[in-house]
């Protein structure tokens, strides 16, 4: 079982928190009627270690899938779990901001837009910015 204070760690370190903008889907499998742009959000986590992934997608939901090296190691498998639904975003940031270093003020403002308390673009914006910020 992983421990919250693990899984806060593990997240500050190889995790990611973002809110992207679909421009919308031309597929009929993913639309009824007329669908446009929308807001996507995620959080997960991408490393070569699999074991660990199936562990947080077995406490905290989400799915594991293999995910594109971009690094240009090309013998390199990588995986990431990920979250996409606001109710597991919400459950699993719930959890592990407490213990959150790096990624806390990317965590509440990610929960303050969910909740609705911040406008999706203004949070957009402010997760970019936190991303560029080193202390």
Known sequence: MIHDEYAAGLFDGEGSIGIYRNKGSK???YRSGKRG???IRSVAINMCWKPILLEFSDRFGGSVKTHRDNS???NKVLWQWKLGSRASIVSFLTVICPHLR????QAETMLLEISGDLSTQVA???LKRLKKVST
Do not use: L, Q, T
Not at 102 to 105: A, S
């Open 27 to 29: 597929d009929s499998r």
């Open 102 to 105: 790096e990624k806390r003020e």
């Open 124 to 126: 957009c914006d402010d």
């Open 37 to 39: 742009p929308c807001w």
């Open 72 to 74: 240009g190691k090309r």
